[in-house]
């Protein structure tokens, strides 16, 4: 297994992002898992900087856009306008054709324009005109969005949040770690010097790698036994879909292969249930108004769950 690489592209991001492992190891994990994240934090705790550092370490192409209200699907996908000397049509790629996509908060557009990645996510590709085109390899979305302000916002709906593998917060750095941002981004921006460390065809390889990551049958029950429990719950208006049992098991083996194991623990898959379920949990009104939280009901399942002896 090609531990190093993994190692390498976590100490480059930490050249530049200050305090940050456990976030910048939850979006490789979720690349590694070809899936996407949604960074769900208020503005200015590094976000952007953690998506361009991720894609500048992999060597791959980055694209950032600034979700608006006026913002159209072809605005992301791309679109066809003709090309008067060839007299032809000619495909104009949007931000969309790209490895690393920063959907800057993605809440501020309309449903429509939300709704134009779906098919990018799910099948990597996008259908222009009744074309259809592949994305660059690997594709990766990065979504941010603030949860402080509602005032011109469209909340992403279930679908879609579904779409997620993971959801992460990032929090404010303690006084330490703010001490030492002030420090390094003093004089230099660490990221303009930021050299990459592999290439997006070794990323498709890890992928490839990761799927190989040892699931064993007790593990696989205990991802099962989870998310059965979130279907049964009276709290909840809806439960875990089959895609996030799906999303828990590849994370888990992403986040075995950054520990450098070729095998899935238990503590796998309980370090990812927050992170992974969370977000896909629809709470019943009467639990909201008593300020539960899916993080809460998640926390008192994996309690009350017994975790097999070994992954192995």
Do not use: W
């Amino acid at each position: 297994m090609p531990f190093n690489i993994c190692r390498s592209i976590l100490e480059n991001i930490e050249r530049v992002i200050v305090g940050k492992a456990r976030p910048a190891e939850l979006l490789l994990a979720a690349l590694l898992a070809e899936g996407h994240v949604l960074l769900n934090d208020v503005p200015g705790v590094g976000k952007t900087l953690l998506a361009k550092s991720l894609a500048r370490s992999i060597g791959g192409s980055f694209k950032r856009v600034q979700f608006t209200p006026d913002l159209l699907p072809a605005d992301i996908t791309g679109f066809n306008i003709y090309d008067q000397k060839a007299g032809q049509f000619r495909f104009q790629a949007g931000p969309v054709m790209s490895n690393v996509l920063l959907a800057d908060e993605i809440n501020r557009t309309i449903p429509r324009t939300q709704a134009s990645l779906l098919e990018s996510m799910e099948e990597g590709q996008v259908t222009v005109d009744g074309v259809t085109l592949s994305l660059p390899r690997p594709f990766f979305v990065i979504a941010t969005q603030n949860p402080i302000e509602l005032e011109g916002t469209f909340p992403l709906p279930e679908a879609q949040l579904d779409r997620f593998l993971l959801c992460v917060d990032l929090g404010y750095p303690s006084r330490e770690e703010e001490d030492a941002i002030l420090r390094r981004f003093q004089q230099d921006d660490p990221l303009a010097e930021l050299q990459a460390v592999t290439t997006p065809q070794q990323i498709l390889e890890l992928q490839q790698a990761r799927r190989k990551i040892l699931v064993s049958a007790p593990v696989r029950e205990y991802i099962v036994s989870l998310v059965e429990a979130t279907r049964r719950s009276g709290a909840l208006r809806f439960g875990v879909s089959p895609r996030g049992s799906l999303h828990l098991m590849r994370a888990a083996q992403a986040l075995a292969m950054l520990r450098e194991r070729e095998y899935v623990l238990p503590d796998d898959v309980k370090d990812l249930v927050t992170p992974v379920l969370a977000h896909r949990l629809v709470l019943q009104v009467e639990e909201r108004l008593k300020g539960v939280t899916p993080q809460k009901i998640l926390e008192e399942m994996v309690t009350g769950i017994p975790v097999p002896a070994s992954g192995e």
